[in-house]
């Protein structure tokens, strides 16, 4: 594989993190740039590695993996999604304020943990795909990183400033944007 063709397949690789991020930003109580590079460090590194997972699996099990995996990450982004649905549609809680809010913040971090696994899920394929051909897994692996560190980043501040202008509405989209996503995934492979 060329540059260009590592590249696109790492911006193709970090779009559901970033439309992740993006919902997840307007969730997350003010977001700075430091909290929206540690959680896009954490996607990155995620994404980063499940290429490599999904290589040496190739080497030996392709077929097993690749059967379910949309099915996994269809099932965790369908929870996680319904969860922020949930979440916005609960009246705000009276006297806790922005205590409570950046409660619901740090608590949504291992959410997008747990979320950067599920838009992960389809890297690892693709990493076992790349154990069929003659590609570098390793330079590929920290491509799909980098990309998502840096659209994840950028997803989470402009989902704060999403934020401002739509307020708690934007938590109920990032839901349905998680579900979305989700399908999508499924609808892909299915219509392969």
Same mark, same amino acid.
């Given at each position: 594989?060329?540059?260009?063709?590592?590249?696109?397949?790492?911006?193709?690789?970090?779009?559901?993190?970033?439309?992740?991020?993006?919902?997840?930003?307007?969730?997350?109580?003010?977001?700075?740039?430091?909290?929206?590079?540690?959680?896009?460090?954490?996607?990155?590194?995620?994404?980063?590695?499940?290429?490599?997972?999904?290589?040496?699996?190739?080497?030996?099990?392709?077929?097993?993996?690749?059967?379910?995996?949309?099915? @996994?990450?269809?099932? +965790?982004?369908? !929870? #996680? *999604?319904?969860?922020?649905?949930?979440?916005?549609?609960?009246? $705000? /809680?009276?006297?806790?304020?922005?205590?409570?809010?950046?409660?619901?913040?740090?608590?949504?971090?291992?959410?997008?943990?747990?979320?950067?696994?599920?838009?992960?899920?389809?890297?690892?394929?693709?990493?076992?795909?790349?154990?069929?051909?003659?590609?570098?897994?390793?330079?590929?692996?920290?491509?799909?990183?980098?990309?998502?560190? @840096?659209?994840?980043? +950028?997803?989470? !501040? #402009? *989902?704060?400033?999403?934020?401002?202008?739509?307020?708690?509405? $934007? /938590?109920?989209?990032?839901?349905?944007?998680?579900?979305?996503?989700?399908?999508?995934?499924?609808?892909?492979?299915?219509?392969?």
């Amino acid at each position: 594989m060329n540059f260009a063709s590592t590249l696109l397949l790492a911006l193709a690789m970090s779009t559901d993190a970033f439309a992740v991020a993006v919902g997840k930003g307007a969730a997350l109580h003010k977001p700075r740039l430091t909290e929206a590079m540690r959680v896009g460090l954490i996607f990155g590194v995620v994404e980063a590695i499940t290429p490599l997972i999904g290589w040496l699996l190739g080497r030996a099990a392709a077929p097993y993996i690749e059967s379910w995996d949309h099915w @996994v990450a269809f099932g +965790l982004l369908l !929870m #996680l *999604g319904a969860h922020m649905i949930w979440r916005s549609l609960q009246p $705000a /809680e009276s006297g806790a304020g922005d205590e409570a809010c950046a409660r619901r913040g740090r608590q949504s971090v291992w959410a997008l943990a747990l979320a950067g696994l599920a838009t992960s899920i389809d890297a690892m394929a693709v990493g076992i795909s790349l154990a069929f051909i003659d590609a570098s897994i390793v330079s590929t692996s920290v491509m799909i990183g980098l990309a998502t560190m @840096v659209m994840v980043t +950028l997803g989470i !501040m #402009l *989902g704060r400033v999403l934020k401002r202008l739509v307020g708690r509405w $934007a /938590e109920l989209a990032g839901g349905v944007i998680l579900i979305l996503v989700g399908l999508s995934i499924v609808y892909e492979h299915l219509s392969l």
